[in-house]
């Protein structure tokens, strides 16, 4: 018989994006190394994309509870005047009128840690009843949101079943909340509600060396590093179109900490004949500063609206190049487009601060070359179109890559489950 581990998740579908992905996958796959998930999630989301294709990745027998609660987003959003949800990036803003500047100090000083703990006290009551009723021998959280992780520590405390958190994103350290306008007894009282998560959970899993180093602080704690990965079943049917022209893409939201200013600064000043190659297009949400310097050197960057996860694999595996785009002064941030970028086996071109781990997977997998935000890309985007049009194929690391799949990730995270709660 299966072991039982309730999940405890803000994003599930048919929530978009790359968050509610990784918990989707280890639901999907966890059965195959003897654990049966139990989901505990939102019924009406605030979430930032919609992407029905995810659905069918759920499990028909999966047990999935849904708990509907009022959202305090619906009033800030009221307020605001912005009838989508804001994310984390858009709060770091410089611009904006006083009644954003307004928005945007309650948001941080009144919502601790973020604006999505309205399902907290449901989800306590509501977990507890699974816990009778299922006896799972684990309990899992996978954040952001951090409020979210909340919940774990109380059910833990009530039940005395052992608690493994997740961690896709750093916390009090993340360069998005270090830059909200807090006050300092409110930046405490988030620091504390950290260090308490911390301490309390029995086990810490995160994404990348960097989130580990920012959350785990001067703590000896252990912590297991299990990276986002890819569903090697996303990529199966999908088989590359070539092109009479040389494919770039970007897939996913760019912020201003992202904006690749010299990216679009080396496309404007290529030769006509190369730019006539060229077919370069970026599908997600994007600031509005990042379209401006796309428009001030040329605009030869196609914009195209959110697409849903389906889609986004054939365009990354119908392209001759990836871009990835890390935020500046972004510690502890690897991206989980990254492992999908590896699957689809294009060359990624990564932009990125000078401290980070992308370019060591890119360099394990010969799948690409990074750079910072301060280097011209001239040089590597030219060599990658002399090889495509000589036909000189990327000869990637398939066996590094297929480390980095999802169900090989799953199993690990089957094992620290195992290890848990034989402790």
Request: overall charge positive; hydrophobic content about 35%.
């Amino acid at each position: 018989m299966n072991k039982k581990v309730l999940i405890i998740t803000y994003y599930w579908p048919p929530a978009g994006g790359p968050g509610v992905q990784r918990v989707l996958k280890f639901a999907k796959y966890l059965p195959e190394f003897g654990w049966e998930p139990i989901i505990l999630t939102v019924e009406n989301g605030d979430y930032h994309a919609i992407d029905e294709s995810l659905l069918k990745d759920i499990p028909s027998n999966l047990k999935v509870h849904k708990i509907k609660v009022f959202s305090i987003l619906d009033f800030y959003k009221k307020i605001s005047g912005n009838k989508k949800a804001i994310s984390s990036f858009e709060l770091t803003k410089k611009e904006g009128g006083l009644k954003f500047q307004l928005v945007k100090w309650l948001r941080a000083n009144f919502f601790i840690p973020d604006a999505r703990g309205a399902w907290n006290r449901s989800a306590v009551k509501h977990g507890l009843k699974i816990i009778r009723e299922e006896k799972p021998d684990i309990i899992f959280t996978s954040s952001p949101p951090h409020s979210l992780q909340l919940i774990g520590l109380k059910l833990k405390k009530k039940s005395s079943l052992k608690w493994v958190a997740d961690f896709r994103d750093p916390w009090t350290d993340a360069f998005w909340d270090k830059e909200l306008p807090r006050m300092k007894i409110v930046q405490n009282i988030n620091l504390n509600l950290e260090k308490r998560v911390i301490k309390n959970a029995d086990q810490l899993v995160t994404i990348s060396k960097g989130c580990s180093s920012l959350l785990l602080k001067d703590s000896v704690k252990n912590f297991h590093l299990l990276y986002n990965g890819y569903d090697e079943n996303d990529f199966n049917k999908i088989k590359k179109i070539s092109s009479p022209r040389f494919r770039v893409s970007y897939v996913g939201s760019i912020s201003n900490k992202q904006n690749p200013v010299n990216f679009f600064k080396c496309i404007q000043q290529l030769s006509q004949e190369i730019k006539d190659k060229l077919e370069i297009n970026f599908y997600g949400s994007f600031d509005r500063e990042v379209i401006h310097s796309a428009e001030t050197n040329g605009s030869y960057i196609n914009f195209h609206s959110y697409i849903n996860h389906e889609t986004a694999i054939e365009k990354m595996v119908n392209s001759e190049m990836l871009l990835l785009l890390i935020p500046q002064n972004s510690t502890g941030i690897l991206t989980g487009k990254i492992y999908e970028y590896l699957a689809a086996k294009s060359f990624i071109l990564g932009i990125a601060p000078k401290e980070n781990e992308i370019e060591e997977i890119l360099i394990r997998c010969n799948s690409g070359k990074t750079i910072t935000f301060e280097d011209d890309p001239s040089e590597i985007l030219l060599e990658q179109i002399n090889n495509w049009i000589n036909h000189q194929p990327l000869n990637v690391y398939s066996r590094e890559i297929e480390k980095l799949s999802r169900k090989s990730i799953t199993q690990k995270l089957s094992e620290i489950f195992n290890r848990t709660i034989q402790e």
